[in-house]
């Protein structure tokens, strides 16, 4: 990672915050991570990628085909990422897609960062969306993209999908955490269902 | 208008109507439009045209400069202008942006049609928006353009501004109708104030 | 209808709108109506009535039985009905509100106009949302009730479901011009389903 | 903290926890929550209370006058405060709010989560807002108050104004962090501005 991930934006006349750059920019080790995780709520972004034809009409879903990081089956995902300390919300959300569908997706970012919804993730059973390695809050976005999407790191693919058959079952039950509802949320926001 | 003019055959997989706007749709003679004004509200759509960085961050705002269809004086406004009668609402934004900015501007319409703020203008004096001519309900929203844009119509030319230049008290006054406190409203959901 | 539904704010020292009450308040004849629905697209305010837990979670859904005003058939529905010339969003949702559920209901109205959806219907067929008589855009939204409902006018009874339940297929079935669409937009608006 | 103190026994069907806050949940020691905030961007939720009529319309603003926990001087603030590992942010925004307005406030929470604005402070200088203890991303709420408040622990009293004064600069000048940002752009969402 870096410095460009925290985007255009400098901090003027001021002196830069003092710290390592790693810790400046939140990087943790395992142990830290795990040790933060038993702590608080990690704050992530996920975004929906979306193709849109010239008047913003929803027209294709963008899934992710991966390994799942905690099961390392094949599942499908949203693309998905911790805001790093120091990082703004926005450029969490520019560089995890980046990171996911490569340098030539071209994504548009919304102009307000108030999300299209927020999803909460809890480490126990019996719950809407849960991950089993953290209370995880992810401020969820709707995310056209105008370019060529080229999976990477350990996305392996991303497969386009008219909106129906995104939220249908078949394809929900492929969706990790209890996704699949916010899939149909997502969807519902763009009123595409 | 009768039902006839919407036949089916117009609406199969492409949405797209075929036909010359004016002649397919709500267009209204000025007697009847007077008429209709003094019925019920009248839509609108309103758009605030913005450039933004790659991480969709507002950076400069446009305000149009134009005559005033009220009093002929020279004022600054928003993209503006009516739903006609079977128009979608993103269409209408479209092609209000299209009409306004030029063929160039590509604007960039949002996912959802939710609106960032709706506006409500009355024609009697004291309200917070207020429009001589009719009660008119707008939804208005933050739109990124990445072209040129080349005002068209009467629109005289298009001003860009750093937004807290463009929610200054000077820019402000040259705003019709009350509409700078919806200005600074658009700015605020941008987070750009 | 008398100058309550207008709320409590006055035009101040201003002079009041100097037209007869009945036009000022927009009361159309059938008549007048009909040609209106032909020239401009009718602007609505739609309301999902649910009851919410002491943290604002969603608990139950409230669904209207009504005669459906197109076919005279017993159908369920959402509270529904015109925004009137020279009437506030606010004011037309609480006045729908009150005609539909009577005057024990104490409906809460959210402290923002911008709507959880926007709907358009339209009066031909193949649309996601349709109406024969008119092309409407309602603003839709989400509000709780805190009192007891008890229906009026040409609202039989209302039924309070879990939100799972409302948003099942046999009830959806019930919902008039593709209503099911919108409710399940609502539900998961309120990350109720 | 560890998995065991959320055995899945607490959350059958009903999900509020039952044995104290401070037992179950995230309360770190000063050590833990200071190291923590150096890792990783706080999670919190912020809301300002206020008075609305019976259509919703906001009438009045609240805001809390306490001892600064970064210099002790009296300030102006919102209410606020930390999601805690394991809690729901609508139980965080609620806890919070009694917490600081007392048991006889009556907050009215939205039925949705997605928040009003997404405010980001950063623990250097120039930013929009800031907080020298941490990177926090708050959530932040316009939230309506039907009781009487009887501000508690910290917050030595509640002063409630009309929106524009609230806004006013000299009124601004006493809120912390940049927080009259803030302020104005929740005044906006609410169109009270």
Not at 99 to 125: M, Q
Request: aromatic share 6%; charged share 25%.
């Amino acid at each position: 990672m870096t410095m460009e991930a925290f985007g255009e934006e400098n901090f003027g006349d001021e002196p830069r915050w003092q710290a390592p750059l790693e810790r400046q920019q939140g990087w943790l080790t395992e142990e830290e991570l795990a040790e933060t995780r038993g702590r608080v709520p990690i704050l992530y972004v996920e975004a929906l990628p979306v193709r849109v034809d010239h008047a913003g009409r929803l027209t294709e879903v963008g899934l992710l085909l991966r390994g799942s990081p905690l099961t390392g089956a094949i599942t499908r995902s949203l693309v998905s990422g911790r805001v790093l300390h120091g990082e703004r919300v926005r450029d969490a959300l520019m560089r995890h897609l980046e990171k996911d569908l490569g340098p030539t997706a071209f994504p548009v970012l919304p102009t307000a960062i108030v999300p299209a919804a927020v999803a909460e993730y809890f480490p126990w059973p019996g719950e809407r969306l849960s991950d089993p390695r953290q209370h995880a809050v992810a401020l969820a976005y709707v995310v056209p993209v105008t370019g060529e999407c080229q999976p990477r790191q350990d996305a392996l693919e991303i497969t386009w999908l008219a909106p129906e058959e995104a939220a249908a079952a078949e394809v929900a039950a492929d969706l990790e955490g209890g996704r699949s509802a916010l899939l149909r949320q997502l969807l519902h926001h763009a009123a595409a269902l």
